[in-house]
């Protein structure tokens, strides 16, 4: 099994709608989950991170499933500007690796 | 202020020839990280600087790769006798934490092609 596995995707959404995606990982001892979002030839940068309670900010869910170890991203009334990809970051702290996924594309169609 | 700055931007190199990429993190960042993403992939963790101690080079995928940062802030990652295979773009990302907790502010990327 991967240590990090997201859908590739692409994902076809129209806007308005909702969408969601998952992301598992391997390292039982991962402690740090982030998502990042990364335009076309652009660089990654920080969505949320993601806490053990669940946390959101505006149209943006992110939730932490310890027990089956999985992150999940909701995105709420998609807008055109939500087209990216999505990357799943894990790190463990006990031996600070840090794996992101290979990433979610998100296309949101007018 | 000023975020990651890469340089350069973009480099062609032969096959055999050595290159230098430069990452200037943003001031006062105490971690600096240098990743490698090949097209449609999501980036691979190369290597981990605290301060100026290099804690991790696990990622680096051959004796060929070197990465510095001798005063704890700019740092530079050599690639030598470049192979094709190299060819990707080596993103540089910098926290104000220790480890891999903090946020991480990357760099527009260096985009290498090696012919």
């Known amino acids: 099994r991967k240590e990090v596995e997201q859908d590739p995707g692409p994902f076809n959404v129209p806007e308005g709608a909702t969408v969601a995606f998952n992301c598992t990982y391997s390292n039982s001892a991962s402690q740090s989950f982030f998502w990042y979002r990364q335009d076309c030839r652009k660089e990654p940068k920080l969505l949320m991170s993601?806490?053990?309670s669940g946390n959101e900010d505006g149209r943006f869910t992110a939730q932490l499933n310890r027990a089956s170890q999985y992150i999940s991203l909701l995105i709420r009334d998609s807008k055109l500007s939500d087209s990216a990809t999505y990357l799943c970051v894990v790190n463990s702290h006990r031996d600070d690796k840090i794996i992101f996924g290979k990433g979610t594309r998100l296309h949101i169609l007018p | 202020g000023a975020g990651v700055s890469q340089s350069p931007r973009y480099k062609v190199a032969k096959r055999g020839q050595d290159v230098a990429l430069r990452c200037d993190p943003i001031s006062g960042h105490v971690s600096l990280f240098w990743y490698q993403q090949a097209l449609g992939q999501g980036p691979e963790f190369l290597t981990y600087?605290?301060?100026?101690?290099?804690?991790?080079k696990s990622g680096l995928p051959s004796d060929r790769f070197f990465a510095e940062r001798p005063e704890g802030s700019v740092s530079t990652l050599k690639i030598q006798r470049t192979q094709q295979e190299d060819s990707a773009v080596y993103l540089c990302a910098s926290s104000l934490g220790q480890g891999a907790v903090y946020e991480q502010y990357f760099g527009p990327g260096t985009r290498l092609t090696v012919t």
């Open positions: 600087f605290q301060n100026e101690a290099q804690l991790d």
């Open positions: 993601v806490y053990s």
